[in-house]
């Protein structure tokens, strides 16, 4: 099945900054919507950032002003620029990619971000 990929997770300190990268598949990527989701420990996933296929931007309201989520269609990429980053901000990161033809969600296995001193 498809698998998306991700990458930049880690340990940053408050007040920092970290970019996450995901790549899908191509037939997947340039019809789909991208999105980031996170969960945290005794939280449900929530949708953080997503981008439409033709650039349209939605931030949760937490990150709005903070985030930042672009995507290069030459690299079949989306980007989440994260700054000023929170402890309130540690959780499991996750891409999604929804297709239309077919319409179906695709994910990563999630990448850990932790913001801690």
């Known amino acids: 099945q498809v698998q998306l990929a991700e990458s930049g997770g880690g340990l940053v300190r408050p007040g920092g900054s970290l970019m996450l990268s995901c790549t899908a598949p191509?037939?997947?990527?340039?019809?789909?919507?991208m999105g980031w989701h996170r969960q945290a420990p005794g939280n449900k996933r929530e949708l953080v950032a997503s981008?439409?296929?033709?650039?349209?931007?939605t931030y949760a309201e937490s990150v709005q002003g903070r985030f930042t989520i672009t995507r290069d269609t030459a690299k079949d990429t989306v980007n989440l620029l994260m700054d000023s980053l929170k402890p309130e901000d540690t959780a499991v990161y996750y891409c999604?990619?929804?297709?239309?033809?077919?319409?179906?969600?695709?994910w990563g296995r999630g990448t850990q971000v932790t913001v801690s001193s």
């Open positions: 981008i439409e296929t033709f650039g349209l931007q």
């Open positions: 191509r037939f997947v990527f340039s019809g789909s919507t």
């Open positions: 999604s990619a929804e297709s239309k033809v077919p319409r179906r969600t695709y």
